[in-house]
């Protein structure tokens, strides 16, 4: 598990009683997250994916809704094998996807359309697009993405995808880019063009795959690992929930740590 999860820059957990009770105990407070005012600024894709950043009103510990703190064989590998420094929960990000997805955003460009269809709008947490120009900037530190499924669907019910391996080349080439930098500077520093130039590298020479767990069970992706989302296949099965992913992204503060640690 270790080794995949260090090589390849994610891994999956088996179905974990902890992690299952915590999915029956959020899942009313995630489907409630979908119709909230606070949160409609996520509906995106013409209906077909709520974003729901941050839309989870957990705990700092990870419980919701009167569970317990989140817990399980996913949190002991995070805790033991990561060698983060200490973080807090942050409010988990509730994203769902419905049939169709994904459909045109209103004014996403064709452009930004077609990389969402084609390359599952693949791209590196933190590294945001600011402007018109939409240059990219190192502006979060996520700790790692936990994925854990909300409810049933099915494989092609737009998976999340990771291109394994990519989570060095990430590092290898921000590395580069910042080097003699202090890391407090490295915010200010645009980026866009080596941000576009490792994901072309990326797409040539790390194996895209896609990811399938079920209630219960969890997926651990390295911080640094390029992912997206895939598009919804006509053949896709889901209940009326859509296909909803709980994940969480804890931001660790420390830009030296986010690039360098394992």
């Not at 169709?100 to 590196?124: C, I, L, N, W």
Request: charged share 25%; with cysteine; net charge negative.
């Amino acid at each position: 598990m270790t080794e995949q999860f260090f090589r390849r820059g994610w891994c999956r957990f088996a179905h974990d009683p902890g992690i299952e009770s915590w999915v029956r105990q959020a899942l009313p407070d995630a489907r409630a997250s979908l119709t909230s005012p606070e949160q409609r600024q996520w509906h995106r894709c013409g209906g077909t994916w709520f974003a729901g950043v941050n839309a989870l009103a957990n705990r700092a510990d990870g419980g919701v809704n009167g569970s317990g703190p989140l817990s399980g064989s996913v949190v002991d590998f995070i805790n033991q094998k990561l060698a983060l420094p200490d973080f807090e929960w942050d409010q988990a990000q509730v994203s769902v996807c419905y049939p169709g997805y994904p459909k045109p955003m209103e004014g996403e460009s064709g452009g930004a359309f077609r990389y969402r269809r084609e390359r599952d709008a693949a791209h590196v947490d933190g590294l945001l697009p600011e402007g018109s120009a939409r240059r990219r900037h190192l502006r979060e530190h996520h700790g790692f993405i936990l994925g854990l499924p909300m409810v049933s669907f099915g494989e092609q019910a737009a998976p999340f995808v990771v291109f394994e391996g990519s989570h060095e080349q990430v590092r290898s080439a921000l590395s580069s880019r910042f080097d003699g930098l202090a890391p407090e500077c490295w915010g200010e520093q645009d980026i866009t063009e080596v941000y576009h130039r490792v994901r072309r590298d990326i797409f040539e020479s790390c194996a895209r795959t896609e990811i399938f767990a079920r209630p219960g069970e969890a997926y651990l992706v390295h911080r640094l690992t390029l992912h997206g989302i895939a598009p919804w296949e006509q053949s896709a099965t889901a209940g009326d929930d859509g296909r909803m992913i709980c994940y969480f992204r804890p931001d660790i503060g420390d830009p030296e740590a986010w690039l360098h640690l394992p």
